[in-house]
């Protein structure tokens, strides 16, 4: 079965570093554009970044909200994708989503979610 | 950065209703669009992409239309596993954005 983990979510001060793991099974993470997206509780979704395939250079580009932040990077080896989060900010409280990138260059595969919590 | 805006961003309807909601971008986008459902404690679902195509396994009911600057998603009739909220989202330009979402109750 195709599917995508999430985990590392937590309550970080703000400031703070966080590290986000998702763990991919059925398919090789490798192959494919691997995005992330979060949502604030009660809001929509938001794109925060993506990493291109291998194929690609494994090139990323993230959301001006997030970037020089935020990094996205794979373990090839454990098949998993990760989201460093460094200045967290109140503001970046969210679910943070890990989507692959399918057919028509958008989404067709979602993990089930991590939440992430800034606060003092 | 491309605007999409969707509407109306909440309705009620009847089961057995059909139910058409609509996406504007703020500039052309092709058929770079997708719809997504989602509700409430779960992950976004994938239900169509490239403007028209359904996702593997979605349900017949669900289609898409539309090209360039105006899209629409109609549910043909209404189920209860479909109240949901529904997302557009345009991949033609970076950054990446999603429409405000459109609530659909009974």
């Known amino acids: 079965e195709v599917q995508l983990v999430e985990s590392g979510g937590g309550l970080v001060q703000p400031g703070g570093s966080l590290r986000l793991s998702c763990a991919g099974s059925?398919?090789?993470?490798?192959?494919?554009?691997m995005d992330w997206v979060r949502q604030a509780p009660g809001k929509g979704l938001e794109w925060v970044g993506r990493i291109r395939n291998k194929a690609n250079g494994s090139t990323t580009v993230y959301d001006a909200s997030v970037r020089d932040r935020f990094s996205i990077s794979r373990d090839d080896s454990y098949n998993s994708l990760y989201l460093q989060m460094t200045s967290l900010r109140i503001e970046d409280t969210a679910v943070y989503y890990c989507?692959?990138?399918?057919?028509?260059?958008?989404?067709?595969?979602w993990g089930q979610g991590t939440m992430v919590t800034v606060s003092s | 950065d491309i605007q999409l805006t969707q509407s109306p961003s909440s309705l009620s309807a009847s089961i057995g209703d059909r139910v058409t909601i609509t996406c504007r971008a703020s500039q052309g986008i092709s058929k770079s669009l997708a719809w997504f459902q989602q509700k409430p404690g779960e992950a976004p679902k994938s239900l169509i992409y490239g403007a028209s195509n359904l996702q593997s396994g979605v349900p017949t009911k669900f289609s898409g239309s539309g090209s360039g600057t105006d899209f629409s998603l109609t549910i043909s009739s209404l189920q209860p596993e479909d109240f949901a909220t529904y997302y557009c989202q345009q991949s033609k330009s970076y950054p990446i954005t999603f429409g405000g979402g459109t609530k659909v109750e009974i």
């Open positions: 989507a692959r990138v399918g057919r028509g260059y958008t989404f067709d595969i």
């Open positions: 059925g398919f090789t993470l490798t192959d494919h554009y």
